[in-house]
């Protein structure tokens, strides 16, 4: 559940089992949307990117899903696997704004 | 291809003193970036670089963090002096073109100060 704090909002998840990671953003002039993951002692990695004139799009075991209407984007993982055990971050840009501004994270913890 | 590299990995200081960390693009790269993460947050943009030029540099807190990109390579970030809240990790990241807002930005592992 989420906690207070210094805390990250975690996700528990059964090895196999579909994680579901959520965000929402502010500016609705957001036109790009970014999910990295980040693992301890490392830096962020890109996972997968969204455009605002897109609502839905798949990569390799993730999907992202874009709903402007509510400012909401989730990051869906299927089939968990020990190695998604991360924080998840979302992050997004503004037209003519070069500015990525990320979001909280979100602890995965996946177990085995 | 060889990612971002970055030194010292982690730095203990106190404060009111200096230090310096140092970035490796990957090469070809045309723009850095400096994040600053602090513990439980994502990273804040600091600095941005296309080449040797500054692009928005308006979140540094510029009364002691400098950046520089000399030839439009290496960066360097420093802090004079630290202060306590300075403790963060420090990222530095790198994209191919010169258009932020879509190009991936690929991160380097970060140094870790500790401001006692």
């Known amino acids: 559940g989420e906690s207070v704090g210094l805390h990250l909002p975690t996700l528990s998840v059964q090895e196999g089992d579909n994680s579901i990671i959520n965000c929402a953003y502010s500016n609705s002039a957001s036109d790009y949307f970014i999910w990295y993951k980040q693992e301890s002692g490392k830096g962020p990695q890109f996972i997968i990117d969204i455009r605002s004139n897109m609502d839905k799009r798949q990569g390799q075991r993730v999907t992202v899903l874009l709903n402007k209407t509510v400012k909401h984007l989730s990051l869906q993982i299927a089939a968990t696997q020990p190695g998604d055990s991360a924080v998840y971050f979302c992050a997004e840009n503004s037209y003519g704004n070069n500015r990525l501004a990320f979001g909280k994270g979100n602890q995965v913890v996946v177990i085995p | 291809e060889a990612g971002v590299a970055q030194s010292p990995r982690y730095k203990i200081i106190e404060k009111r003193q200096s230090v310096a960390f140092w970035c490796n693009p990957i090469?070809?790269?045309?723009?850095l970036y400096w994040y600053q993460q602090i513990l439980g947050q994502g990273p804040k943009l600091l600095i941005q670089?296309?080449?040797?030029?500054?692009?928005?540099d308006s979140q540094l807190p510029k009364d002691r963090f400098s950046a520089e990109r000399l030839k439009g390579v290496d960066s360097t970030l420093k802090i004079q002096p630290a202060k306590l809240e300075d403790s963060a990790v420090y990222l530095c990241?790198?994209?191919?073109?010169?258009?932020?807002?879509?190009?991936?930005?690929?991160f380097g592992p970060g140094t870790r100060l500790t401001v006692l």
């Open positions: 990241a790198s994209s191919l073109g010169l258009a932020a807002a879509t190009d991936t930005q690929y």
């Open positions: 090469s070809g790269h045309a723009t």
């Open positions: 670089f296309q080449n040797n030029g500054v692009v928005d």
